[in-house]
């Protein structure tokens, strides 16, 4: 389960995808 940064400064839960194809990670949760 990662967390995602974006430019907007939002955080966005539960992303399954690779992190470089949305964004910057900010968490890595088991």
Do not use: A, C, I, R
Not at 13 to 18: A, G, I, K, Q
């Amino acid at each position: 389960m990662y967390y995602y940064k974006y430019t907007d400064s939002h955080v966005v839960l539960d992303y399954l995808w690779e992190p470089e194809v949305f964004g910057t990670v900010v968490f890595h949760l088991d």
